[in-house]
Nanobody, 131 residues
Framework: QLHVAESGGGSVQAGGSLRLSCAAS????????VGWFRQALGKEREKVAA??????????DDPAKARSAIIISQDNAKNIVYLEMNNMKNEDTAMYYCVADHCASALDLGPWVVRGPSRYWGQGTQVTVSS
């Protein structure tokens, strides 16, 4: 069964950077949709970014910000999807969750993110940005 586990959260100063890791196991890595979501205290969960590990598709909830501030990537040798966050702000403080599921092709990524993944969530990793 597919399983994901996040790591890399912690405290960072505003303007700093952090890289979160999502390790996937229990399934073939190169045919997964893997996404990062976050939920701040008292707010609804929101999409951050997602990737199809078979190549050919990435999703950013805020494409303009994604140019430099948020980068999703993967390491096929380690079965890990990374979320790199730069120039972080106080409003980035949240619990960050990784979620994954089997996807047949890159075309599945967008619909999977938009409808909201329903299974194979990690436990989350806390990110706190301070001024």
């Amino acid at each position: 069964q597919l399983h994901v586990a996040e790591s890399g959260g912690g405290s960072v100063q505003a303007g700093g950077s952090l890289r979160l890791s999502c390790a996937a196991s229990g399934s073939t890595f190169n045919s997964l949709c893997v996404g990062w979501f976050r939920q701040a205290l008292g707010k609804e969960r929101e999409k951050v970014a997602a990737i199809y590990t078979g190549g050919g598709a990435v999703y950013y909830d805020d494409p303009a910000k994604a140019r430099s501030a948020i980068i999703i990537s993967q390491d096929n040798a380690k079965n890990i999807v990374y979320l790199e966050m730069n120039n972080m702000k106080n409003e980035d403080t949240a619990m960050y969750y990784c979620v994954a599921d089997h996807c047949a092709s890159a075309l599945d990524l967008g619909p999977w993110v938009v409808r909201g993944p329903s299974r194979y969530w990690g436990q989350g990793t806390q990110v706190t940005v301070s001024s």
